[in-house]
């Protein structure tokens, strides 16, 4: 096999090289493949080329139907071979990932149509593999038991028959396992509080068998935002424990629907504490021959443990729309913190005499030790002028704090940005009043190349937008009226998209009991497999699919997706998060809340045409927009596509 798609001549530098045969494949070579070629596909590819050459950071903002995805592809893949390291796209989520690599996706395309074997594989997320010790328990104490036992009796014999492996591979996908709802699924997939370091089925686990798959890709790694910010907050512990990175070294980084990085990130870039695990982890030091002070000192944080989340689950009250509950950092809960940090201190200063006595299991001693510098590291957070964003959650009756720094610039500006590669944010929603300044300032971006070309769609002819004459917005039963009205006369298939899994729930529960809806697929998100509904939604042109995480990145072309309806308009929500957010603005509804809303309603309105022969309709619930000095109403129709109008929906 060659090892570039066009003839290389080493004498002269690669970039011109790679853009001139770019330019082959979008003028000559796909067009005789029967691929329509945009005007602003050819302009991207040239400022992508500029990137690369120079190195640098750019916002790639192309509307839908400008053929982004080849563009980056064709550049990502000839730069990895050129630089013999691998180039990472990371896309919003799985559901993005899946859009990308399915037998149809575009890598399929390339490798199809061009002289250029793309080796692209797949770094899912942990927690989209089947976690062993999990599934046992849950085998053991589900009366679903049979769900589960089935599961396991599906797994490569070198899992359930241990021995010397002689061949073995990735497994436990939660794709393979469409039919489990998200919440069967969460009681046997990979969560952050598994202890993988000590698990003596590590080398048996799906995936850190997929890890030593991907790790060997010579062209591309596809992976989720999560897992990247995953891979950086965690590159220089794991290399301190020696253990490899998540990811490999790369020359190039792809963000897909750029604009939804910083969420990533500071997901990442949170610590999750939980008493149960530190009881559980602490408790070790218990098994060897420790010193009585050691011992005393053990049960005693065990105690402040347990007190201080007595104090957090009173000091926690709920957020409607939000899983996540606020706390209130009293004195109560400030002096628990402040005495579970003291009794952590004068635990590691005598683990330091432990050590020197080689009484203690050295691995063993190591986890401890990483875990309670760990807990210090989010606990210290507390003791800044300016205290960390927190929540708790509530998972089967246990609480979890979870602490995230106020800004992630500085960790994002140091681990990712001066890493002196090309790194592309694509999407067709990156700008705010055609300004990157919003998404560069949140990611901590000063210096950036950047472009911005529109949709090639006719879509004053092919789009209609509504939105209710009312003079104020409509309570659910209005809603769901003119929802079920809009399903009835809709030629096509629909897509529903709500703000919060609750709204989803509620409408869940009445489109069951309305004699008008029966009769009629639904399929609603969390019931089955994301990848697997959007499939099945997209054979049944007649179907309904509602979902709360596909505003971006959904592409079903065609009759199968003829209709749009916003249920509410997609303001952030009113968790810990972003009430810190607000409280760090000046202005909190102009640079908050007005600049998400407008890019995700922008987003979730893309969905709609996805071809040049695409038709359809899009239904705004949420707002007033008809009222004519409404400053709202002139924020969204600001919003739609050139020659399209906000029209008067009637019931």
Not at 36 to 41: L, V, W
Not at 360 to 384: N, P, T, W
Not at 476 to 491: I, R, V
Not at 534 to 562: H, K, N, T, Y
Request: proline residues 5%.
């Amino acid at each position: 096999m060659e090892r570039y798609p066009f003839q290389y001549d080493p004498s002269q530098p690669f970039i011109p090289q790679l853009g001139e045969w770019v330019a082959d494949v979008f003028y000559d070579i796909l067009p005789e493949a029967g691929f329509e070629i945009r005007d602003e596909q050819i302009f991207m590819a040239y400022q992508l080329e500029r990137a690369f050459a120079e190195k640098k950071t750019i916002f790639a903002e192309a509307g839908v139907g400008t053929g982004k995805t080849l563009v980056y592809l064709l550049y990502a893949a000839a730069y990895a071979r050129y630089m013999r390291r691998p180039a990472i796209i990371a896309c919003a989520d799985e559901s993005l990932i899946e859009q990308l690599v399915k037998p149809e996706g575009d890598v399929a395309k390339l490798i199809r149509h061009l002289n250029f074997a793309i080796d692209a594989r797949l770094g899912k997320s942990p927690d989209q593999y089947v976690c062993l010790v999990k599934l046992d328990e849950a085998r053991a104490k589900e009366m679903e038991g049979m769900h589960y036992e089935e599961i396991y009796k599906g797994f490569p014999r070198f899992v359930t028959h241990p021995g010397t492996m002689q061949a073995f591979h990735a497994y436990g996908d939660r794709k393979d396992y469409p039919h489990l709802n998200d919440e069967q699924w969460e009681k046997i997939s990979w969560d952050p509080f598994q202890d993988c370091f000590v698990c003596d089925r590590r080398h048996r686990c799906g995936q850190t068998l997929s890890r030593d798959h991907y790790r060997a890709s010579s062209d591309l790694i596809i992976c989720s935002h999560d897992y990247y910010m995953e891979h950086v907050w965690t590159y220089e512990g794991r290399k301190q424990e020696g253990q490899l990175p998540l990811l490999p070294e790369h020359c190039a980084v792809v963000f897909d629907e750029g604009h939804l990085l910083e969420t990533a990130a500071q997901k990442a870039l949170s610590y999750n504490l939980k008493h149960t695990v530190f009881e559980e982890i602490i408790t070790r030091l218990l098994k060897g021959e420790i010193r009585e002070s050691l011992a005393v000192l053990i049960d005693e944080a065990i105690q402040q443990s347990e007190l201080l989340f007595i104090s957090l689950e009173q000091s926690s009250r709920a957020v409607a729309g939000s899983d996540r509950m606020q706390v209130d950092l009293n004195n109560r809960v400030l002096s628990g913190i402040s005495a579970f940090r003291g009794l952590l201190d004068r635990i590691e200063e005598e683990l330091v005499f432990e050590s020197e006595l080689y009484t203690l299991d050295d691995y063993q001693l190591r986890i401890v030790e990483e875990h309670l510098e760990m807990m210090q590291k989010a606990l210290s957070l507390f003791q800044r002028p300016e205290p960390p964003i927190c929540w708790t959650t509530l998972q089967r009756g246990e609480l979890t704090l979870s602490i995230m720094p106020k800004t992630v610039k500085e960790v994002l500006r140091d681990r990712v940005f001066k890493l002196n590669i090309p790194i592309v944010f694509s999407s067709a929603t990156l700008s705010v009043d055609g300004s990157f300044h919003y998404a560069a300032d949140s990611l901590g971006i000063s210096d950036y190349l950047s472009f911005s070309v529109s949709s090639p769609y006719n879509y004053e002819e092919k789009m209609k937008v509504f939105a209710p004459a009312w003079e104020q917005e409509g309570d659910f039963a209005q809603k769901m009226s003119l929802t079920a009205n809009a399903l009835k006369t809709a030629q096509g298939g629909a897509l529903i998209l709500f703000r919060t899994m609750e709204e989803l729930r509620q409408f869940k529960q009445e489109a069951g009991r309305r004699p008008e809806l029966a009769g009629r697929t639904f399929y609603y998100e969390g019931d089955q497999e994301i990848s697997h509904q959007i499939a099945r939604f997209q054979a049944d042109e007649s179907s309904i699919l509602c979902a709360v995480s596909l505003w971006e990145g959904l592409d079903v072309p065609g009759p199968s997706l003829s209709c749009v309806i916003i249920w509410s308009l997609p303001f952030p929500p009113q968790d810990p998060v972003f009430m810190a957010k607000r409280q760090s603005a000046r202005d909190p509804y102009a640079e908050v809340d007005l600049p998400y809303m407008k890019l995700r309603l922008r987003q979730g309105l893309g969905r709609l045409i996805r071809t040049s022969s695409d038709e359809g309709s899009a239904i705004i619930l949420g707002g007033v927009l008809h009222v004519q000095d409404s400053e709202l109403a002139g924020h969204v129709r600001s919003l739609l596509p050139e020659g399209v109008i906000l029209r008067e929906l009637h019931g």
